[in-house]
């Protein structure tokens, strides 16, 4: 069976779990991401542990249909040609993603950015304080971000200057990038930080890309490079 990438079986776990996918194409979905097995009761244990054990009940008639046995390994997966149709989806959810801009706002820098994203990447971006939607509870807005965007790009700006010379982002860009942190994971959340802005206490360790204040531009082949390993 081919080997798909972290971020192709993240995508293929969500088209196996949606109901409007041809039950082919969540078939395989599913198989690739359980990995191969000898048996059908194999792949129900491989569900359960990973939590799609409904999605088997419903698709393991289809395996029939898609399978191929491994004449080496004597172990079934999706057949070649199941699994290039799904990497055909897979590739048009991708290049659809959307993506949730966390910005503060006063720079200049995220318009810059978020031109690059849709202009050169393709992907449509949202945020969280879209004036569409102000009068959504942030609980519902939270939700809403979290289905209609693949991963988040913080831009971290320096907003806020203090009388001691410490120059920090704006509060809100702090708040989203922790809200989208807890909803992704840290992984899926790409932070671009002006050079001199103070980072936050709970940020060590996490990667992030400097850019020098008016000049974004200088970091885009590193935001495509990161955005293009998560997608």
């Known amino acids: 069976m ?6 192709q079986k993240r995508i293929a776990a969500e088209l196996a779990r949606e109901s ?11 198989m690739v991401v359980l990995g191969e097995a000898r ?6 244990v491989l569900a359960q ?3 799609m054990a409904d999605q088997y009940h419903e698709l393991r008639a289809v395996f029939g249909q898609i399978a191929n046995q491994n004449s080496a390994t004597q172990r079934w997966g999706p057949a070649e040609v199941a699994v290039s149709e799904l990497l055909r989806v897979i590739d048009q959810r991708r290049r659809s993603a959307r993506l949730w801009l966390i910005h503060g706002g006063a720079s200049e820098d995220w318009t810059m950015i978020r031109s690059f994203i849709e202009r050169d990447l393709g992907h449509p971006c949202t945020e969280f304080c879209d004036p ?20 988040a ?10 009388p001691d010379g410490r120059v920090l982002p704006r509060a809100n860009v702090v708040h989203e990038i922790g809200l989208s942190q807890g909803l992704y994971g840290v992984e899926r959340v790409i932070i671009l930080r002006e050079s001199g802005v103070e980072c936050f206490s709970n940020m060590s360790g996490i990667v992030y890309i400097e850019f020098s204040r008016g000049s974004p531009g200088a970091a885009f082949n590193e935001l495509r490079h990161q955005v293009d390993l998560r997608l």
């Open 49 to 51: 542990s990973v939590g």
């Open 153 to 162: 790009v913080a831009v971290m700006s320096g907003e806020e200057r203090l």
């Open 39 to 44: 048996t059908l009761p194999e792949f129900q």
């Open 20 to 30: 409007a996918m041809p039950r082919t194409i969540r078939a395989a979905a599913l």
């Open 132 to 151: 569409h939607a102000q009068r959504i509870e942030v609980s519902s807005r939270v939700r809403e971000m979290l289905e209609r965007s693949e991963l």
């Open 2 to 7: 081919r080997e798909l990438s972290a971020a």
